[in-house]
């Protein structure tokens, strides 16, 4: 512990404030506090002191401090809270202070957290469940992002590698150990409970991207031809101006993202450039952004004049079962009321006026209700990020393999690719923990 820096940094966001929170970690924290106040407080209590710079003994503030022993603390080492008041002199004063001591440095951006995880307090999803609570801005994202961070799926992933582990430590002593008078059949032993946790696995996959949606927004393009109304129809959901709207075709020529909240599920707007022929290259390069973010999107709002149909043939091949048709400028008055809208293989279209705003609460639920239907925030998604996506679909790839290994050598290490992978996830991989099952189940090396 002695060669480890003990790091300082605000808690709280800069500026002006009613409180401002400091925190340490490190083999200095104590004694970086006891510079400061004078004394340590009993631990894990808060207690009221006047602060000081220890070179000058000019005073900087009065305020709580509070002292956490390692390894009772977040980080597992030594640390302490300074709670002042939140003016920028104060905070210059306390940063100036801690910065002369020897052996102290400001922290790196997540360095605490990088403590808490390298010193076992936390695996690698409850910390990405920080910092998806951090940068939360719906309902159903803050309910995600807490059972991550309260370790739900972290438990998941660790009772896969579990098993795991038990199945390649039966399958090593057999190998190692033949003379031992092990049972017979290990390997196919294993081979049915492997088989049940790769169908577990095969069906986390499964899951639509639930959690990644839901982590990230649904992902929305507005798409369609010049002076359809997409930008207008982008203000009206946001509630104000987003996009410059103007009668000239060409006015959006890349794209513009905004983030709603719909019933507590986050969806992310994608305004796109009107899809026509053209020989500007500037314009021609908005066109190949929009198409590639239809393709990308997770739902399409394909916008229409109500009054041009025949516009619609240029977009035939985006509408399909994850687009919504969108008849907009109803208030004009279109001949038969757009009921050609309703012919173009994405079911009935929404009729609307983004300028009076008359069908924007049809189009909000129907949006909801989409979003609704890829998210089910209802349930609890175990996949909320792509590594972890990547590292199961590898796992479940040396699961699969494994029933095929001619050679026992071969079948083990296909359980320990598999098991690597789920360890990954987590942050949790060491050999160790299969060691430890060989010789408690087998009693090798009495």
Known sequence: MADIDTIFAFATAAGKAGIAVLRLSGPQAGAALRALSGRLPTPRHASLARLHDPRSREPIDQGLILYFPAPSSMTGEEMAEIHVHGGRAVAAGLIEALAAMPGLRPAEPGEFTRRTFLNGKLDLTEVEGIADLIAAETASQRRQALRMLEGEAGAIYESWRARLLRAQAKLEAEIDFPEEGLPDGLKAASARELAELRGEIEAALTDGRRGEILRVGLQVAIVG????????????????????????????????????????????????????????????????????????????????????????????????????????????????????????????????????????????????EAAAARMNAASSPLITRTRHRHALEACLAALTRFPDAVLPELAAEELRTAAQELGRITGRVDVEDMLNLLFLEFCIGK
């Open 225 to 368: 031809p010049p002076n359809a109304g997409k930008s207008s129809l982008l203000n009206a959901l946001a509630r104000r101006d987003v996009a410059i709207t103007h009668e000239s075709a060409g006015t959006t020529r890349d794209v513009i993202e905004c983030a709603l909240d719909l019933k507590g599920l986050p969806v992310v707007l994608a305004d796109t450039a009107g899809l026509r022929d053209t020989d500007n290259a500037v314009e021609a390069e908005g066109l190949r952004r929009a198409r590639a973010r239809a393709a990308s999107a997770d739902l399409k709002l394909i916008v229409l004049d109500a009054n041009r149909p025949d516009e619609a043939a240029a977009l035939i091949d985006l509408i399909d079962g994850d687009a919504i048709v969108v008849a907009n400028k109803m208030d004009l008055h279109p001949r038969d009321g757009a009921a050609w809208a309703d012919k173009l293989g994405a079911g009935a279209a929404i009729r609307m006026s983004a300028a009076t705003g008359a069908g924007l609460a049809e189009l909000e639920a129907r949006l909801a």
